[in-house]
């Protein structure tokens, strides 16, 4: 396995959806059946906001990605205060374009088994802090991202990179929030301990 081969590529630079074939076949390897997505879904969900995945490839082949959206104040409301797990409940109608601020909700980190103790992460995270440095410089400011971890390699990832627990959703679920703090550093490359 030569990450030499490794390559970052951007949803925004995508010519064709095709892609959405290899991320549901990426999901189908590591998620429970329960919480797979379906094509029509993720093709609605990009073509709301063409700025949603970054893309990992070892050569032409998709071994890992990162998905988030922007999404309104309403949704953001509906995520820190609401009962239920909001990634499965997310509409169109909470995906919005970037404004001067923003947030976030980090909807999946995939990463093949096959490539899971390769640099693969490194190469999606040094890509996250690039997007959001790039809109940051845009004046397109990202005030908070929210994620919700669904496993204990998803609680370690997000505590890392300066999210911090917010509210246990149920035995399974739990919502993480990344505040104008902890995006600062990620912008800066700090990590809380």
């Given at each position: 396995m030569?990450e030499n081969?490794?390559?970052?590529?951007y949803?925004?630079d995508?010519?064709?959806?095709?892609f959405l074939d290899d991320?549901l076949?990426?999901d189908k390897?590591?998620?429970?059946?329960?919480m797979?997505?379906t094509?029509?879904?993720?093709?609605?969900?990009?073509?709301?906001?063409?700025?949603?995945?970054?893309?990992?490839?070892?050569?032409?082949q998709?071994?890992?990605?990162?998905c988030?959206?922007p999404?309104?104040?309403e949704?953001?409301?509906?995520?820190l205060?609401?009962?239920?797990?909001?990634d499965?409940?997310?509409?169109?109608?909470?995906i919005?374009?970037?404004?001067?601020?923003?947030?976030?909700?980090?909807?999946?980190?995939v990463?093949?088994?096959?490539y899971?103790?390769?640099?693969?992460?490194?190469?999606?995270n040094?890509?996250?802090?690039?997007?959001?440095?790039?809109?940051?410089?845009?004046?397109?400011?990202i005030?908070?991202?929210?994620?919700?971890?669904v496993?204990?390699n998803?609680?370690?990832?997000?505590?890392r990179?300066?999210?911090?627990?917010?509210?246990k959703?149920?035995?399974?679920?739990?919502?993480?929030?990344?505040?104008?703090?902890?995006?600062?550093?990620?912008?800066?490359g700090?990590?809380r301990?």
């Amino acid at each position: 396995m030569c990450e030499n081969n490794f390559k970052i590529v951007y949803s925004k630079d995508v010519q064709n959806i095709n892609f959405l074939d290899d991320i549901l076949k990426l999901d189908k390897e590591v998620y429970e059946d329960s919480m797979l997505g379906t094509k029509k879904k993720l093709e609605e969900e990009f073509m709301k906001n063409k700025e949603s995945y970054i893309l990992l490839y070892n050569k032409e082949q998709l071994i890992g990605y990162k998905c988030f959206f922007p999404v309104t104040n309403e949704a953001k409301k509906e995520i820190l205060t609401g009962e239920e797990n909001f990634d499965d409940n997310i509409t169109n109608d909470d995906i919005c374009e970037y404004g001067n601020i923003n947030n976030l909700f980090l909807i999946s980190i995939v990463i093949s088994k096959k490539y899971q103790n390769t640099k693969g992460i490194v190469y999606l995270n040094e890509a996250f802090k690039k997007f959001l440095l790039n809109k940051n410089e845009d004046g397109k400011k990202i005030k908070s991202i929210m994620a919700i971890a669904v496993s204990g390699n998803g609680v370690k990832y997000l505590e890392r990179n300066n999210f911090k627990e917010k509210k246990k959703i149920d035995d399974n679920h739990k919502l993480y929030v990344c505040d104008e703090e902890g995006v600062r550093g990620i912008y800066n490359g700090e990590h809380r301990k």
